[in-house]
């Protein structure tokens, strides 16, 4: 396996030794790729900023992790980074994307030298799925502006959000820095304006990655690539002798076919061995839907001993892609977005402003017996408005005003004297 | 006749001395009677303090249960409100999230 080419220039400088997150050889008749890591957190942290640094989802951390606060977990708690993947039953070339494990993987090379990149993904929502099947990247675009389409530009409307006919790039353009525009028309894989959205089911049926990793799919991928996009909950993988089982919580439009599909190969596992499977083993799997790999059965005798135990990473000193807050100026304009009796609940909604995209910046001031959410500072009333519009649309939150201290009220106080 | 007169001299003798005798038992008895009596009121007023002791610790540990149970549903509730406010926020977050 690889570690992380220093030298690469797109390759953001937040890797902590030789941590494997997206690229990978994969030895051949090898399915499995990557191993799980535990890191302990610090206060402050949240989980879409662990997500983003070590480059996964926040559905693959979250459901790994179940029970952790995704906003506000414990300082101390010590959680697990699942970097490891079976690949999905598709062709090895091109891009395929798995939309149940919300991740891209980029084939390069054949038979013993394959090498696979690795990318979690933002996919549709339920109402508007990404589609499924085999396409190709019909055009690629640098700083791509984005034609709204009806149907979204009426979803807008209605909440009182009226978008403009064609978004300029720019820090407001969902589609972020790169497009891939797909053969299938309307379908694009490109970068996006809210990285805290990676591993959820937030776009239209676009397939979104995080601003790093689009600039190094962009880079990697030509015109005419072939894309599969499957929809695999259930996956099956070999390595070191050992079967492996990774099972996601399956999408709401997912149909019995696939579950059948991974019964009959699970039955073809013990015909071809002649041992019965740990069903037992198998069924916790399918409950828990914890998406990493789990071995499940030793093809030969003694290979439970390969299983590649996970290891424990050191905390970065900063992490990659965490919201700046910056410092709150009193002759600055800002928002008192909530007024709350709980310091847990104020903090968890001063994260979730921040991890807005564009970001919010936001705090939480304690006042008396309360705790004040204050985002800002703004550069003048114009863009506070605008943050408390995008509060309400987006958040639901009814957002005051602050003026700023005005300096001059304050130097005329002081001639007085 | 004198020996006869011996004879009786000595059953009057015997009679007034084994009356005395009787008297005195009695009276032992009596007080004996007494002091069981007082023992016993004392055992049953010790028994009524007792059970009255017990019953109030028992109404006591009762209450303390109750509280303990009460504090115990109201963590619980805590926790459960603290859990729906986490995923209501988590739910308007992922809203929040769409282009």
């Known amino acids: 396996m690889k570690g992380v080419h220093e030298d690469d220039q797109l390759v953001p400088k937040h890797f902590e030794g030789y941590i494997e997150r997206n690229e990978f050889s994969v030895a051949k008749g090898d399915d499995v790729i990557g191993r799980l890591l535990f890191i302990s957190l610090e206060k402050g942290d949240s989980l879409p900023d662990i997500a983003r640094h070590f480059s996964l989802g926040l559905n693959g951390v979250s459901a790994i992790n179940p029970g952790v606060d995704i906003w506000v977990p414990k300082a101390g708690e010590r959680i697990t980074l699942p970097l490891s993947f079976i690949l999905p039953d598709a062709p090895r070339k091109g891009i395929v994307i798995n939309l149940a494990a919300m991740r891209l993987f980029q084939f390069k090379g054949e038979g013993n030298s394959l090498e696979v990149f690795t990318y979690p993904v933002g996919v549709g929502t339920e109402e508007r799925p990404s589609p499924t099947g085999q396409m190709h990247v019909e055009r690629k675009v640098v700083r791509p502006t984005w034609h709204v389409p009806v149907s979204i530009a009426k979803d807008h409307l209605i909440k009182g959000d009226l978008l403009p006919a064609a978004v300029l790039p720019g820090p407001q353009n969902p589609l972020g820095e790169y497009a891939l525009y797909l053969s299938k028309p309307s379908y694009l894989i490109h970068g996006t304006n809210k990285p805290a959205s990676i591993g959820l089911r937030a776009t239209n049926g676009c397939i979104r990655l995080y601003p790093e990793d689009i600039k190094r799919l962009y880079r990697n991928t030509p015109v005419k690539t072939p894309v599969y996009i499957v929809n695999q909950p259930y996956l099956l993988g070999q390595r070191n002798g050992l079967v492996y089982m990774e099972v996601h919580a399956p999408l709401e439009n997912m149909d019995a076919a696939e579950f059948d599909r991974i019964y009959a190969k699970l039955r073809a596992i013990e015909k071809e061995s002649g041992r019965t499977l740990d069903w037992s083993k198998v069924k916790k799997v399918l409950i828990e839907a914890r998406g990493v790999p789990v071995p499940i059965f030793e093809t030969r005798q003694g290979s439970g001993k390969e299983v590649a135990e996970p290891m424990e990473v050191k905390h970065p000193s900063k992490l990659y892609g965490r919201p700046e807050i910056p410092v709150l100026k009193t002759d600055a304009w800002s928002v008192l977005a909530a007024d709350m009796r709980d310091k847990t609940d104020a903090v968890r909604l001063s994260a979730i402003i921040n991890h807005q995209g564009p970001q919010i910046p936001a705090r939480v001031l304690a006042k008396n017996d309360n705790y004040h959410v204050i985002a800002g500072p703004f550069n003048d009333a114009k863009e506070a408005k605008d943050a408390i519009k995008r509060l309400k649309i987006d958040l639901e939150i009814d957002g005051k005003l602050i003026e700023p201290i005005k300096k001059r009220s304050l130097e005329k106080g002081g001639d007085k004297r | ?99």
């Open chain 2, 1 to 99: 006749m004198k020996s006869l007169l011996v004879i009786l001299m000595m059953l009057v003798l015997a009679i007034a001395v084994g009356g005395c005798a009787t008297q005195g038992d009695l009276e032992k008895v009596q007080s004996q009677q007494m002091l069981t009596d007082a023992k016993a009121e004392q055992a049953v007023q010790d028994a009524q303090t007792a059970k009255a002791a017990s019953d109030a610790a028992a109404l006591k540990a009762e209450d303390a249960a109750t509280r303990a149970e009460n504090a115990l549903k109201m963590a619980e509730e805590r926790e459960k409100v603290a859990d729906e406010k986490a995923k209501k926020a988590d739910a308007i977050f992922q809203k929040s999230m769409k282009k």
